[in-house]
């Protein structure tokens, strides 16, 4: 996630967990039931999608349609309802974007820790051009 941390230093770690969530949730509306979404720390989400077309070129067409839709998902603005102690609750509208580092494999012909590694180097080359972008890996 763009912009993560000044909601959470700002607003502090309740209102920062519950952007979260619904990050989670917004995510995991733009995937199949068969694909994968999970929080892998911090602001990062790791979404593993699976049944790919072997061919390439068609692989890298039905992920950056799913990439697309999660980037444009991910930007509207979020409303969070925050409970406080003896007061009354608050409510704070908050704007993020995303950064998709995409790492496309075959067949698992390397282990986890390299495609996971591959996938954070796109992902900060995406934060690199600025945010609220897609960037695919090529070694």
């Not at 049944?51 to 999660?70: C, G, H, P, T, Y």
């Not at 609750?89 to 698992?108: M, N, Q, R």
């Amino acid at each position: 996630m763009d912009n993560f941390k000044s909601l959470n230093d700002t607003q502090g770690h309740c209102t920062g967990d519950l952007l979260l969530i619904e990050v989670a949730h917004r995510i995991s509306n733009c995937v199949r039931e068969v694909d994968i979404v999970a929080r892998f720390g911090g602001d990062e989400f790791v979404v593993i999608i699976s049944n790919l077309d072997k061919d390439e070129a068609e692989s890298i067409r039905q992920v950056s349609i799913i990439a697309e839709k999660i980037l444009s998902t991910l930007k509207k603005p979020y409303v969070l309802k925050v409970e406080t102690i003896g007061n009354k609750d608050k409510t704070i509208e908050h704007l993020c974007t995303s950064s998709i580092g995409v790492a496309l494999f075959l067949d698992h012909e390397v282990d986890t820790d390299e495609i996971i590694k591959w996938a954070d180097i796109a992902m900060y080359k995406a934060k690199e051009a600025g945010g609220n972008s897609i960037h695919f890996y090529n070694p």
